[in-house]
């Protein structure tokens, strides 16, 4: 299958960053609901969130929690940044460019890493996952919502066979499975859920 780069994530995202929004509310109502609501929904303290995209999370934080949040696309974070003026969020967000699998961030800078629907792009996910373990505090938690192969057998026979044309036009591996990533960055994972014919991950993963 072919090798995904950072530049071609960050073409790929400043091409579709204006349907963004529109593409994803349509596939997480048909495969996801509820999956990004969950994810914010176990964000604590001091977050990090890691390919913060057009900003759909933003708004949904509590009044608690302040982000940072990471962007490759320079389409995505201007859009991202609209979304913050417009909802008044610009005291608990800060937005930067950068790259996830190399963080600019202190180590032990947060509470919480979150990561939704964006381990399936990121070119190198392993790295990824040694980061957000880098910049948690002991104790912090890593949070994912995530697609990945399906428990159900014919279906993931279809993931794969479409996968090389997904990987191609829009850098996302569609049976990509997040936790053998955690664990190799020395995560624990705390708890897993699987929906939607196992399609839906649900991941909490801890820095002991």
């Known amino acids: 299958m072919r090798t995904t780069t950072d530049a071609d994530v960050r073409r790929v995202f400043d091409r579709m960053a204006d349907r963004y929004d529109d593409q994803m509310r349509v596939w997480e109502r048909r ?3 509820g999956s990004r609501q969950w994810a914010v929904g176990q964000a604590r303290g001091r977050t990090v969130e890691i390919a913060v995209g057009t900003g759909l999370n933003l708004p949904l934080y509590g009044a608690d929690v302040t982000v940072v949040g990471i962007e490759l696309s320079e389409r995505m974070l201007e859009l991202a940044r609209r979304r913050v003026a417009r909802e008044g969020l610009g005291e608990r967000v800060e937005l930067r460019q950068g790259d996830v699998q190399r963080l600019e961030l202190p180590d032990g800078h947060a509470d919480t890493v979150l990561s939704t629907f964006t381990m399936c792009t990121i070119p190198d996910p392993a ?3 040694r980061e957000a373990y880098r910049v948690l505090k ?6 994912l919502a995530e697609h990945g192969p399906s428990s159900n057998p014919i279906v993931r026979t279809g993931m794969r066979v479409v996968e ?6 829009a850098a996302d591996h569609l049976t990509r499975d997040p936790r053998p990533f955690l664990e190799q960055a020395g995560f624990r ?3 897993v859920s699987r929906m939607t014919r196992g399609v839906d991950f649900r991941v909490l993963a801890v820095r002991p």
């Open 31 to 33: 495969l996801f609901p």
């Open 127 to 129: 790295a990824a996952a």
């Open 164 to 169: 090389p044309l997904f990987v191609r036009f």
């Open 138 to 143: 002991p104790g912090g938690r890593f949070v």
């Open 189 to 191: 994972i705390e708890s």
